[in-house]
């Protein structure tokens, strides 16, 4: 018998109102997520991709359906255990989102003062884990003086300074370049081995998918398409859009190879 | 009119001009105290209370966004006037410095209340959802982020709040306030003192500009030290 998932969403629907017409973004989510695993959802803008993320740290609340998380049901929870719940779900953006009134220590700083834990262990702490995602000699730069890069690693540090039990990744490699994305997927890799953390990256590159995850999910105009393995549905696409990801993905890789072939 | 500029700078002239300042100066630093506090927490207040604020309360947003606009619309002179009771009911007179700067901080903190909601919308979304998906409190966030971040544009408008504050104070001179606005229209233009217009004028416009370097100045420093210019 499989173990229970860890991360499991049932009949997930979320409306928006707008201007009291009502928009459907997510259309019954059912998804299952093991724990130590790296699962990507895919899907074209505006598919629902953000939203999903948003509604598993209760940024958003969902309109119907139950969201649970190891023992706990995420829409039930009380303000204050929420407060504490969202301290062991990290996240990290498309834009970084640091705050430029503080060093890169002081950003890594925050969860853990939000935590209310004492001056020491903070110090301690956001030097571990500065060490950890290797800009250590980063630490009193502000962040207009870092590369992208180097802000994504002060993201991440700071999104696993309270030691969370699951990762959310909103397109965060989607605002770097081609190098600085690798080595943040390579690090995001590495820490999921090292701590056995949960990470669950949204995208809408194949590439990243077949960098960093396991397994994978397409998401189609607020449905799930196709789940599975990352090899499964790449040998194997049968939704239309896990196709016309994986033929553009395809067409990029095949055009680059004829020109470098012809000249 | 060089006889004049000369005149401007005689000892009679300043006899009258600098207890005058030191009005200005009371009142400005008095008023500014009390329109600032009062003044960030209305912001505060409007700001979270919105309907996609941090704690959403619409009807009393709505009702207490339309009394500053409704302060915010009459002109400085009006409210002055109709806030002389309140100032009767707290220092007890109607008149004199003290009851001007009850006067000028109600005209004021509307407008500051204003100034310091805009500065803190400026600051991006994504921060402070940032900060709500980490589990902070709203106190957290409006301490540890939304302070902080907007500080460079609160320090800008707190500069155009007190020069505004120095104007109205001139407005307020003819309510028996004193100050260097009293001075230039009593003695400048009901006397035609044009020697004493012309001191108090330029004593207004060089505080005035040097407030303005001044808070440009520390804007500019706190950018720089955050590397965002």
Known sequence: ?263 | MTDLLLKAFTKEVWDIIIPAIWETVYMTIVSTTITTFFGLLFGIVLLITDKHGLHPIPLFNKVFGSIINAVLSLPSMVVIILALPIAKLIVGITYGPKACIISLTVVCIPIFSRLVENSILEVSKGKIEAAKAMGASNIDIIFKVMLPEALPTLIRNFVVLTITLISITAIAGSFGAGGLGDIAVRYGYHRFRSDILIAAVLVLLVSVNLLQLFGALLARKILKKRHLI
């Open chain 1, 1 to 263: 018998m499989l173990p229970p998932s860890f991360i499991e969403l049932k009949d997930v629907y979320k409306k928006f109102y707008i201007y009291n017409k009502e928009f459907e973004v997510l259309k019954g989510i059912n998804l299952e997520i093991q724990k130590g695993d790296i699962f990507g959802i895919v899907g074209f803008s505006g598919a629902g991709k953000s939203t999903l993320i948003r509604c598993i740290n209760r940024l958003e609340i969902i309109s119907s359906g139950t969201i649970r998380i190891g023992k706990y049901e995420i829409n039930k929870l009380s303000k204050k255990e929420l407060s504490l719940y969202r301290q062991k779900i990290g996240i990290i953006f498309q834009h970084f989102n640091l705050l430029d009134s503080r060093t890169v220590f002081g950003n890594v700083a925050f969860p853990l003062e939000v935590a209310k834990k004492s001056k020491k262990e903070i110090q301690e702490r956001v030097s571990e884990i500065l060490e950890l995602v290797d800009i250590a000699d980063k630490k009193d730069f502000y962040p207009g003086q870092l590369s992208g890069g180097q802000k994504q690693r002060a993201g991440i540090a700071r999104a696993l300074a309270n030691n969370p039990d699951i990762l959310l990744s909103d397109e965060a490699t989607s605002a770097l370049d081609p190098v600085s994305q690798l080595s943040v997927l390579d690090l995001l890799k590495d820490i999921n081995k090292k701590l056995g953390l949960t990470i669950i990256l949204i995208t809408h590159s194949l590439d990243v998918i077949r960098h960093a995850c396991n397994n994978m999910a397409v998401l189609e105009n607020g449905i799930i398409v196709e789940k599975g393995s990352v090899k499964e549905i790449f040998v194997n696409p049968k939704s239309d859009t896990a196709k016309v990801f994986i033929k553009i993905n395809t067409d990029l890789s095949i055009s680059k190879y004829v020109e470098g072939d012809v000249i």
